[in-house]
């Protein structure tokens, strides 16, 4: 049987820190850069997609857009490349 997830926890020992914050910032920035390019739209389904995995690195040439299916449908493992998809 699952167990509930206790978010106010999580977010407490993981969201919450810095490097935390500063990842959920660059990947909102690279979906304002795609949303500048006319790439994605709000509420189109797509996610902005960082190719080599980095979400820091928001150069044009990392950037992408996949389908939600597409782009959350595997783990995210250091083994598990996800690169190989674009």
């Known amino acids: 049987m699952a167990t509930t997830?206790?978010?106010?926890?999580?977010?407490?020992?993981?969201?919450?820190?810095?490097?935390?914050k500063k990842n959920?910032?660059?990947?909102?920035?690279?979906?304002?850069?795609?949303?500048?390019?006319?790439?994605?739209?709000?509420?189109?389904?797509?996610?902005?997609?960082?190719?080599?995995?980095?979400?820091?690195?928001n150069s044009s040439k990392n950037l992408g857009v996949l389908s939600k299916s597409k782009n959350r449908s595997f783990k995210r493992t250091r083994r598990a490349k996800k690169a190989q998809i674009h």
């Open 5 to 20: 997830r206790n978010y106010k926890s999580e977010y407490k020992n993981y969201h919450s820190s810095d490097k935390q």
């Open 24 to 57: 959920r910032a660059a990947r909102n920035a690279a979906r304002a850069a795609m949303m500048k390019k006319g790439k994605v739209k709000k509420g189109d389904g797509k996610d902005v997609t960082h190719k080599n995995g980095n979400p820091r690195d």
